[in-house]
């Protein structure tokens, strides 16, 4: 029940989700309350890179009342994105006793609240070459890389401190998990039984079909045995061409000739055919301020500018020049 | 004949206690008054005859089977597994439905957590046998378009090889039966030979004689006429020496001038695989 409320739940938008929450809280004894605290299916945490502490990792809390402090992680508690430690605040909980644990007698119990891992960062002990040993509290830290872990049997990320990539902060070890009443011994499960070795029928007997594995009272057609397909289904069925769609191509293809057609050059004839028609209009001025202005904004005028800005510079130049050895000749006859 | 309307009293006079039945105190209903049969259907529906087991009964440690792991399992594994994750299914079901009755008891969630771990492993069953389904529904479609050219090709590169009397070949030849002809390594007693089969028998009857009738300089028995010529071919075993052997009884088969037509090929095929099968049981 409780797992179709959730799924129910996140159907719906978010103000009448947390309405609905909110509501249900309140039906619900204390110790049942999840307090706003629930976290969507699809947004909690699955993967060691999200939690990026995991169950036995030494951590320093960052924030809160123990900020400064050392502790451990004593679990992870998925539902709502936040971890179990070892010196964690408590508040009073009434436990009904159906809930109650081992070793529990009374209804009164100090529940440890939990931390956000964002709130802790993880502690990483180093080796110094003379062999002693110092803690280090990584500020970030980034996963690059993977290895296959033989203890928690599946590959995990490589957890390394930020900006410091070399600094490795292994994984802690995981509690060796023994087999329950439902597992299966390795060696069976890996066991191959089945290998296909013809074309004409396989190992299952000759009146089995697949649609006999549907819900024979289902109304609704199998989806993919449709006899029309619409333009979705095709879309979703077919790979995508990469690196790009022919359509992509296209357009690519049709732009190129558009650039390859362009003139980039002017040629000669052109630009003595431009030039020939704008002399015969500048030739034709009467006007003589735009006459003035023409010819100071012509190249010539301009170069001349130039060169005459040059020739006072150096004039200037050489007289500060002669200044400065009168003023050495005049400090000179005063000292002496 | 009443007199009166009233009929209660008679009513009642019928259903009055004769005074020589002595009453014994009443029967209470209890539990332990039911006796169930020790092999009622219904027992499977519990773990041991248990009302609802311990917590500690349905914790588990491991994963439901991946998809991966079922691709390597035979049809009969899958059957097995199948119907022991139903059954232990149906009995979480009807735990899992009395925890719901409690006003939906929090203890509930480690039932339907198992429960929801068996039927991941279920529905990956459905999966690996959809996904078997599909690949021979492929692989008939797509031989029916390019089987004849693989047979030519495998024919040529059978030829042309520099030896074909080494166990590779062998394997090959024999996997070649299988797949596409359906012929198995292993006959059973009640094996039914259909148009299939002798075209398999033709196919690698007539390789054998191309491969080695040169080489044996047994060219002068070509073209071989019928299926009986060809089985004899196909019986022994892919080497000259076999070949040899098989062009002696069909130097021999020859001598009675039969030809078996088309429309008796799969009779007499069945013929001589059931003379082979007995032949085999007697020894």
């Given amino acids: 029940m409780a797992n179709d409320i959730t799924r129910m739940l996140e159907r719906l938008p978010k103000h009448f989700r947390d309405l609905l929450i909110s509501r249900i809280d309140q039906s619900q004894i204390p110790a049942l309350r999840t307090n706003g605290k629930v976290v969507l299916e699809e947004q909690r945490y699955t993967r060691p890179e999200q939690w990026k502490v995991l169950e036995g990792d030494r951590v320093m809390f960052a924030k809160g009342p123990n900020k400064g402090k050392f502790g451990k992680v004593l679990g992870l508690h998925p539902s709502s994105n936040t971890i179990y430690t070892d010196i964690a605040e408590t508040k009073p909980l009434v436990i009904p006793k159906q809930l109650w644990q081992d070793g529990q007698n009374g209804y009164l119990i100090d529940f440890p609240k939990t931390v956000s891992p964002d709130d802790v960062k993880v502690v990483a002990t180093l080796v110094k070459e003379d062999g002693t040993e110092y803690d280090i509290v990584a500020e970030e830290v980034i996963f690059k890389g993977k290895y296959f872990d033989e203890d928690y049997k599946k590959m995990m990320p490589i957890r390394r401190v930020k900006y410091h990539e070399h600094i490795i902060i292994p994984w802690p070890r995981p509690d060796p998990a023994e087999d329950c009443a439902f597992s299966t011994p390795p060696e069976v499960a890996e066991e191959r039984t089945h290998s296909e070795n013809s074309i004409l029928k396989f190992e299952q007997p000759a009146d089995f079909t697949i649609e006999s594995l549907r819900d024979p009272v289902m109304k609704r057609p199998y989806k993919w045995d449709k006899q029309v397909l619409k333009k979705g289904d095709i879309t979703k069925l077919t790979a995508p061409g990469m690196p790009y769609s022919e359509t992509q191509k296209a357009m690519f293809e049709e732009r190129k000739q558009i650039r390859e057609s362009q003139i980039t050059e002017m040629s000669a004839e052109v630009m003595e055919f431009i030039g020939s028609r704008v002399a015969e209009h500048l030739n034709n001025v009467t006007d003589p301020n735009f006459k003035h202005y023409v010819e100071k904004v012509s190249g010539q005028y301009r170069e001349r500018k130039l060169a005459r800005r040059e020739q006072e510079k150096q004039f200037r130049d050489l007289q500060i020049k002669e200044a400065e050895k009168r003023n050495r000749r005049a400090k000179r006859a005063n000292a002496s | ?283």
């Fill in chain 2, 1 to 283: 004949m009443s007199r009166h309307f009233h009929t209660t009293a008679l009513v009642a006079a019928r259903k009055r206690i004769p005074p020589t039945v002595k009453l014994r105190p009443p029967i209470l209903p209890t539990i332990n008054n039911i006796v169930v049969k020790e092999d009622h259907p219904l027992w499977q529906f519990f773990h041991n005859k248990k009302f609802v087991r311990d917590q500690s009964e349905v914790a588990f440690t491991g994963r439901a089977w991946s998809v991966q792991e079922l691709r390597r399992k035979s049809w009969e594994d899958l059957h097995g597994l199948w119907h022991v994750c139903l059954k232990e299914r149906n009995k979480l079901e009807r735990e899992i439905y009395i925890f719901r009755q409690q006003g939906d008891n929090p203890v509930g969630e480690d039932y339907r957590r198992l429960d929801d771990e068996i039927h991941k492993s279920m529905w990956r069953i459905k999966q690996v046998l959809t996904e078997r389904d599909h690949a021979l529904k492929n692989a008939q479609k797509e031989f029916k378009v390019n089987g004849d050219q693989y047979l030519q090709e495998f024919r040529e590169k059978y030829l042309t090889a520099e030896t074909v009397e080494t166990d590779d070949w062998y394997d090959k030849l024999e996997r070649l039966q299988q797949a596409i002809f359906g012929i198995p390594e292993l006959l059973d007693a009640d094996f039914k030979v259909d148009l299939r089969f002798v075209e398999g028998v033709k196919y690698i009857g007539q390789l054998k004689f191309d491969r080695f009738a040169e080489q044996i300089g047994r060219t002068d028995l070509a073209p071989l006429r019928d299926v009986a010529e060809l089985y004899t071919l196909f019986e022994e075993s892919a080497s000259a020496e076999g070949v040899a052997e098989a062009c002696a009884k069909i130097d021999e088969y020859r001598e009675n001038n039969i030809v078996i037509p088309a429309s008796k090929e799969v009779q007499v095929v069945q013929g001589f695989v059931e003379d082979k099968l007995e032949s085999l049981e007697a020894e």
